[in-house]
C-alpha cells in the first residue's frame, strides 16, 4: 500500500496587535487578529523530519509586527496583500499563502459635543473581515462583517410553510425578524477600493434589511445578496450566513391581558440558520 502526503498547511493563528497611528491632536487605532496559513514544498518535514523549508511559524507572527510598523494600515484587505506578497517573494518553496484578518471596530467616545481625539468605546462585536489567497500568478480578495446584530419590529411575516405530523409552529403575518448578519464578498480584482466598498455594501445590507417586505429570512437573504451584488460591480459573489433569532409572543392570558404584539421572550438557542451564494453570470 503506497501512502503519499495528500494536501498539507501550515501557520500562525489569532496573531492579534493593535495599532495606533498618532497625529498631532488625533490618534486613530486599528486592531486586528489575523490567521496567516502557507502550502508548499514542505513535504520531507512531513515525512523525514526535515525543517530546512520550514519557517518557524514565530516568525510570521514577528513579521506581521514588523510590516504592521514599516506600513500604513489603510485597510485589512491591503495589509494582508502586504503580507502575501512579503511571504511570496522571500521563500520560493511557498506555492500559496492565505491570510485571514477580523479587524475590531472602534468609535470614537463623543466629548464636548464632538469626537475625542484619543479616547475610543466599543459596544458590539462587530468586526470587519478579509480573507486573501494568493499565488505568484493570481490573488482572490475577500471581505465581510461578522456580529452586525439587526432586528425589525414589521414587514416581516412566515407563512404557507410546509407542514408535517411533527410541525406545531403557527403562523405568523407580523413577527419580529432578528439576525446576526455575517456576509463575505469575493472582489473581482485585488486593486478594488475596499474602504468605501466595505462602508457602502455595509450600509446597502441594512437598508434592504430594514424595508425588505419579508416573507421568510431566506427571502430577505436573497434580497440582500441581490442588491449588493447590482450595485457593486466589484463584487462577482456573496455568501450569506444568517441566524434565525427568535422572538416568542408571550401568553398572558392567565392574567387576563391582551398581547398584541408588544411583550416578546428573546431565546438564544435553539436557533434556525440560513445560508446562500449568490453569483454574477
Known sequence: MAIRLAENNYGKQRVR????ARQEGRHDIQELTLGIRLEGDFETAHTKGDNT?????????NTVYALARKHRIETAEKFCLQLVDHF???HPQVSRVRIEAAETLWARLPF???SHAHTFTR??????????SGTRNEKT????????????TAKSAFENFLRDEYTTLKEDRN????TVIRASWTYREDQAEFGASWHGIRQMMLETFAEHDSQSLQQTLYAMGEAVLSHFES???IHLSLPNKHFHLVDLSPFKLDNPGVIFLPTEEPHGLIEATLRKD
Do not use: F, N, Y
Request: glycine share 8%.
Open 17 to 20: 496587535l493593535l495599532r495606533v
Open 53 to 61: 523549508a520550514i519557517l518557524p511559524t514565530d516568525t510570521m507572527k
Open 88 to 90: 511570496l517573494a522571500r
Open 112 to 114: 464636548g459635543g464632538r
Open 123 to 132: 459596544t458590539t462585536e462587530e468586526k470587519r473581515t478579509a480573507a486573501i
Open 141 to 152: 480578495v475577500c471581505a465581510g462583517i461578522e456580529g452586525l446584530l439587526v432586528l425589525k
Open 175 to 178: 413577527r419580529i425578524l432578528s
Open 235 to 237: 463584487v462577482r459573489e
